[in-house]
């Protein structure tokens, strides 16, 4: 374990995975309260946490997501109008 960690500790405040992450308080609040971020809650209506190690897979996991979204976008078929048959500018009619 290395001194920042030790420094840091197991669980986070949503302030500390706020900083961070460089954003603020109400967005990693929507993360865990949408699921998105795994938390624990300290008793039945205490302060969220958020485990070092669970907020390092979740930007691992970010990481990925936006890596195969990158590889789709540069893909062969990235350009799903063309494969529809839909011309741009026009619509085409449903069956």
Do not use: C, K
């Amino acid at each position: 374990m290395s001194p920042s960690d030790r420094e840091i500790g197991r669980f986070l405040t949503v302030a500390d995975a706020a900083e961070l992450l460089a954003v603020d308080v109400a967005t990693v609040d929507e993360l865990i309260r949408s699921g998105e971020l795994p938390a624990i809650r300290v008793g039945t209506s205490g302060p969220w946490r958020v485990e070092r190690t669970q907020l390092e897979v979740w930007i691992e996991e970010q990481y990925e997501q936006t890596r195969r979204h990158a590889l789709w976008n540069q893909g062969e078929f990235a350009n799903i109008t063309e494969l529809s048959g839909v011309r741009p500018g026009r619509l085409r009619p449903v069956d």
